[in-house]
């Protein structure tokens, strides 16, 4: 390929890429929204701006990710998307392990757990959904398919850990409802996308799987209107 043709390609990508993260771009509106969302009534302006910082981290590396990703996938369709959202969550994830510059609230006395902020019947409908798509895979053969379940599962598990595991910040109430956010949307995608990935077939069976693993996603997703206990 001429030089010309790759600066042009690489020229018309990045402007897309930039068109895209204006638009997703989050304001104090969708950070005040979210909250609301997850369990924050009427939040504060401190509690907005960490809320507004969490929705940066993410939707700052989505554009790039998904022009980069169907190439690779040689795919534009939902498997681009999904993986999109679990490597920008993952990134953005990392990116909050760095202590916060700004002033820290003390840790907690009780250590946090995955239970503190994901309830067990969510824990326990994502090992069932692994399991029965890696058995399954492997049963059927399918290593490449399997292989690629099994990389989506592991991402969707480090998301949900390193969000129980980020130093704390700011509020205690927006600190674990944007915790309890970050897992059970990766939880969830790890559902969905484990059951779509793990059972290919046409069959009857499989497309009832899948339907049930697309209701397991939208249930474990689901906004909560109220914080776990640990807030």
């Given at each position: 390929m001429l030089w010309d043709t790759v600066l042009g390609v690489a020229l018309i990508?990045?402007?897309?890429?930039?068109?895209?993260?204006i638009v997703l771009w989050?304001?104090?509106k969708h950070g005040k929204r979210l909250l609301v969302r997850w369990g924050v009534p009427d939040p504060d302006a401190a509690e907005v701006a960490l809320a507004v910082r969490y929705l940066k981290r993410r939707r700052l590396w989505y554009p790039w990710l998904f022009l980069a990703i169907p190439p690779v996938l040689d795919s534009t369709g939902a498997g681009s998307i999904v993986a999109t959202l679990l490597l920008g969550g993952l990134i953005a994830e990392l990116l909050a392990q760095r202590p916060s510059r700004g002033p820290r609230r003390e840790a907690e006395l009780t250590p946090r757990t995955l239970l503190g902020i994901v309830p067990a019947w969510v824990l326990e409908l994502a090992?069932?959904?692994a399991a029965g798509s890696i058995v399954h895979l492997a049963l059927t053969a399918q290593g490449?398919?399997?292989?690629?379940?099994?990389g989506t599962i592991v991402v969707c598990a480090a998301i949900a850990a390193l969000a129980v595991r980020r130093p704390a910040a700011g509020a205690p109430r927006a600190d674990l409802a944007l915790r309890c956010r970050s897992a059970r949307v990766a939880i969830g995608l790890g559902i969905?996308?484990?059951?779509a990935i793990g059972w290919p077939g046409g069959d009857l069976g499989s497309f009832l799987v899948v339907v049930a693993g697309a209701a397991a996603f939208l249930a474990?997703?689901?906004?909560v209107k109220r914080l776990p206990a640990a807030a």
């Open positions: 990508m990045g402007l897309a890429g930039l068109a895209i993260l989050p304001g104090e090992a069932l959904a490449r398919l399997l292989a690629i379940a099994a969905g996308a484990g059951t474990v997703t689901a906004p």
